[in-house]
C-alpha cells in the first residue's frame, strides 16, 4: 500500500468533506466508514428523509469548493426566520433583504448533503475502506496505527477522528470530554401542511422546549416542513405515544395554528439530547472534528455547520503546513486548529445552553425581561444584522476560499 498522509475515521458530512478537501491539496488520503460509501440515486420525488440541517452561508461555500453543492438537488432556501415565545408576548424576526446574500439559508435532507459529497468521493483519489471499523489504536513512531475489523492495519502521521459523538478513535486515543444531559428529547419528523411555509423557518419556545417547523420544498401544490420539537423527556414519551392523528393535533395546537392544518406525518424519531465538548481537540497523533468534538442542542440548527467550520480550518492549517515543507502533523500546527476552533465551539454551546435555560425558567419577572427583550431586539436592526452575520458562520475566522 502507498504511504497514507492522512487517516479519517468516519464518512459523515463532515469526515467525507475533510477527506475531500485534503485530497484536493494533493494528500494521500485515507477514509474508513462503518456504512457503505457509495453514492445512492436520489430522485426528486422519493419520501422525506427525517434528518435535515439548516446550512448556513459559510457551510454552502465549503460544499462548492468541495464540488458537492451541484448535487444538492432538493433544498429549500429560507427567507425569513421568526422565532417567538409561547407566551406570545415577545418575538423576534429575521428577513434576508438587509443581508447581502438572498437568502437566510438552506435546508437540506443530511442524506442529500452526504450523498452529494459521495458523489463527490467516487472521482477522488482518496482511499476508502468502507464497512469497516476501528477495533484497535495505538501510538506507533511519528504517528499511528489502527486496526479494521478485516485485519487491515493502517498507519499514518495523522489519524483524524470524525466518527461522531460516541466516537471510538477519541476513546481509543485518551481525550476526555465534559458532558451535560440538556434533558430535552427531540422528536423529529416530516410533516404535510395546509399552509405554505413562505420560506421562513420558524420556532416557538414552549414551557417545554422549542418546536421548529423548517421549510421544505413543496411538490405542486402540498407543502412540507421538517420538525424539530424538543421535549422534557415526560413530555416526549407522552407525545411519542399519540397516534398519527392525535399527535397532528397536538402539533397544531403547540404551533398556534400558523401552518393551518397537519394533514399528514410521517414516522417519527427521537434523539435524547446531550451537550459533548472534548477538552482537548488532539492528543498523540488523533485530533477531533464535528460530532466527535461536540455535539450541542438543535435550537440554532448549528452541530453540522460548526463541523463544517473544524473541516476549513483544520484542512487550511494542514495544506498550509504541508506547502511550506512543515510537518502538518506537529503538535504546533494542530494547537493552531485547536485555537481556533474550541472558543468559537465553546461561545456557541454557552449560547444555546443560555438560551435553553432562559426560556425553561419559572421566574415571571425574567420572563417578562425576556420577553421584552425579543421584542427589544425585532426593533433594532444592527443587532439584528449581527445575530445573522454570526448565524451565517461568516463572521468569524474562516479560512480565505470560504470569504
Ligand atoms: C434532532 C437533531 C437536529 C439537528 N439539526 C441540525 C441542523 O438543523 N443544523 C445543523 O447544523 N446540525 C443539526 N444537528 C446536528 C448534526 O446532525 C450533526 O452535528 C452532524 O450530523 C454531525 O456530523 P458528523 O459527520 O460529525 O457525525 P455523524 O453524522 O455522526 O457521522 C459519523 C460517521 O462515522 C461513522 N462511524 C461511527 N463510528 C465509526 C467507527 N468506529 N468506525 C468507522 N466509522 C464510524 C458513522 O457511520 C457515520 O457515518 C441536529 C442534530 C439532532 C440530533
Same mark, same amino acid.
Given at each position: 500500500? $502507498?504511504?497514507?498522509?492522512?487517516? #479519517?475515521?468516519?464518512?459523515?458530512?463532515?469526515?467525507? &468533506?475533510?477527506?475531500?478537501?485534503?485530497?484536493?491539496?494533493?494528500?494521500?488520503?485515507?477514509? =474508513?466508514? $462503518?456504512?457503505?460509501?457509495?453514492? /445512492?440515486?436520489?430522485?426528486? %420525488?422519493?419520501?422525506?428523509?427525517?434528518?435535515?440541517?439548516?446550512?448556513?452561508?459559510? &457551510?454552502?461555500?465549503?460544499?462548492?469548493?468541495?464540488?458537492?453543492?451541484?448535487?444538492?438537488?432538493?433544498?429549500?432556501p429560507?427567507?425569513?426566520? @421568526?422565532?417567538?415565545?409561547?407566551?406570545?408576548?415577545?418575538?423576534?424576526e429575521f428577513?434576508?433583504? @438587509?443581508?447581502?446574500q438572498k437568502?437566510?439559508?438552506?435546508? =437540506?435532507?443530511?442524506?442529500?448533503?452526504?450523498?452529494?459529497?459521495?458523489?463527490?468521493?467516487?472521482?477522488?483519489?482518496?482511499?476508502?475502506?468502507?464497512?469497516? @471499523?476501528?477495533?484497535?489504536?495505538?501510538?506507533c513512531?511519528?504517528?499511528g496505527? #489502527?486496526?479494521?475489523?478485516?485485519?487491515?492495519?493502517?498507519?499514518?502521521?495523522?489519524?483524524?477522528?470524525?466518527? /461522531?459523538a460516541?466516537?471510538c478513535?477519541?476513546?481509543?486515543?485518551?481525550?476526555?470530554?465534559n458532558?451535560?444531559d440538556?434533558? +430535552?428529547?427531540?422528536?423529529?419528523?416530516t410533516?404535510?401542511t395546509?399552509?405554505? +411555509?413562505?420560506h421562513?423557518?420558524?420556532?416557538?419556545?414552549?414551557?417545554?422546549?422549542?418546536?421548529?417547523?423548517?421549510?421544505? *420544498?413543496?411538490?405542486?401544490? *402540498?407543502?412540507?416542513?421538517?420538525?424539530?420539537?424538543?421535549?422534557?423527556?415526560?413530555?416526549?414519551?407522552?407525545?411519542?405515544?399519540? &397516534? %398519527?392523528?392525535?399527535?397532528?393535533?397536538?402539533?397544531?395546537?403547540?404551533?398556534?395554528?400558523?401552518? /393551518?392544518?397537519?394533514?399528514?406525518?410521517?414516522?417519527r424519531?427521537?434523539y435524547?439530547l446531550?451537550?459533548?465538548?472534548?477538552?482537548?481537540? +488532539?492528543?498523540?497523533?488523533?485530533?477531533?472534528?464535528?460530532?466527535a468534538a461536540?455535539?450541542?442542542?438543535?435550537?440554532?440548527?448549528?452541530? =453540522?455547520?460548526?463541523?463544517?467550520? %473544524?473541516v476549513?480550518?483544520?484542512?487550511?492549517?494542514? #495544506?498550509?503546513?504541508?506547502?511550506?515543507?512543515?510537518?502538518?502533523?506537529?503538535?504546533h500546527?494542530?494547537?493552531r486548529? $485547536?485555537?481556533?476552533? #474550541?472558543? +468559537?465551539?465553546?461561545?456557541?454551546?454557552?449560547?444555546?445552553?443560555?438560551?435553553?435555560?432562559?426560556? /425553561?425558567?419559572?421566574?415571571?419577572?425574567?420572563?417578562?425581561?425576556?420577553?421584552?427583550?425579543l421584542?427589544? @431586539?425585532?426593533?433594532?436592526?444592527?443587532?439584528?444584522?449581527?445575530?445573522?452575520?454570526?448565524?451565517?458562520?461568516?463572521?468569524?475566522?474562516?479560512?480565505?476560499?470560504?470569504q
Open positions: 500500500m $502507498q504511504k497514507i498522509d492522512v487517516i #479519517i475515521v468516519g464518512g459523515g458530512m463532515v469526515g467525507t &468533506s475533510l477527506a475531500l478537501a485534503l485530497a484536493r491539496s494533493g494528500m494521500h488520503t485515507a477514509l =474508513v466508514e $462503518q456504512q457503505t460509501l457509495q453514492p /445512492g440515486l436520489l430522485l426528486m %420525488d422519493d419520501p422525506w428523509q427525517p434528518r435535515v440541517s439548516a446550512l448556513t452561508e459559510a &457551510s454552502i461555500k465549503l460544499l462548492d469548493y468541495l464540488g458537492a453543492r451541484e448535487g444538492i438537488q432538493r433544498a429549500c429560507y427567507t425569513h426566520m @421568526t422565532v417567538w415565545d409561547g407566551e406570545g408576548t415577545g418575538a423576534v428577513d434576508a433583504k @438587509t443581508w447581502p437568502n437566510l439559508g438552506y435546508i =437540506v435532507e443530511n442524506d442529500v448533503i452526504r450523498n452529494a459529497l459521495l458523489q463527490q468521493l467516487a472521482r477522488s483519489t482518496v482511499e476508502c475502506f468502507e464497512q469497516q @471499523t476501528v477495533l484497535e489504536y495505538q501510538l513512531g511519528q504517528g496505527e #489502527i486496526v479494521l475489523k478485516n485485519g487491515d492495519v493502517l498507519r499514518a502521521p495523522l489519524l483524524v477522528a470524525a466518527d /461522531g460516541q466516537s478513535l477519541r476513546q481509543l486515543s485518551g481525550i476526555p470530554v458532558q451535560k440538556y434533558k +430535552h428529547h427531540a422528536l423529529v419528523t410533516v404535510e395546509e399552509l405554505f +411555509h413562505q421562513c423557518a420558524r420556532q416557538v419556545f414552549l414551557d417545554t422546549g422549542p418546536l421548529a417547523f423548517l421549510p421544505l *420544498q413543496s411538490q405542486g401544490e *402540498q407543502h412540507y416542513c421538517s420538525i424539530v420539537w424538543s421535549l422534557l423527556p415526560a413530555e416526549a414519551d407522552r407525545i411519542d405515544a399519540l &397516534s %398519527d392523528d392525535a399527535f397532528c393535533r397536538e402539533l397544531e395546537r403547540a404551533f398556534e395554528h400558523r401552518a /393551518g392544518n397537519i394533514l399528514q406525518v410521517d414516522q424519531f427521537r435524547p446531550r451537550q459533548r465538548h472534548a477538552r482537548q481537540y +488532539h492528543r498523540q497523533g488523533v485530533v477531533l472534528v464535528g460530532d461536540h455535539t450541542i442542542h438543535p435550537l440554532a440548527g448549528q452541530g =453540522v455547520n460548526l463541523g463544517f467550520l %473544524d476549513a480550518v483544520l484542512g487550511e492549517e494542514l #495544506i498550509k503546513a504541508a506547502n511550506r515543507g512543515d510537518d502538518y502533523f506537529a503538535a500546527v494542530l494547537d486548529y $485547536q485555537r481556533r476552533r #474550541i472558543g +468559537h465551539n465553546s461561545l456557541i454551546m454557552k449560547a444555546m445552553a443560555g438560551f435553553q435555560n432562559l426560556f /425553561g425558567v419559572d421566574d415571571p419577572a425574567i420572563r417578562w425581561l425576556r420577553n421584552t427583550g421584542s427589544l @431586539t425585532n426593533r433594532l436592526p444592527l443587532i439584528k444584522e449581527m445575530i445573522v452575520g454570526q448565524a451565517s458562520g461568516l463572521s468569524k475566522d474562516i479560512p480565505g476560499f470560504m
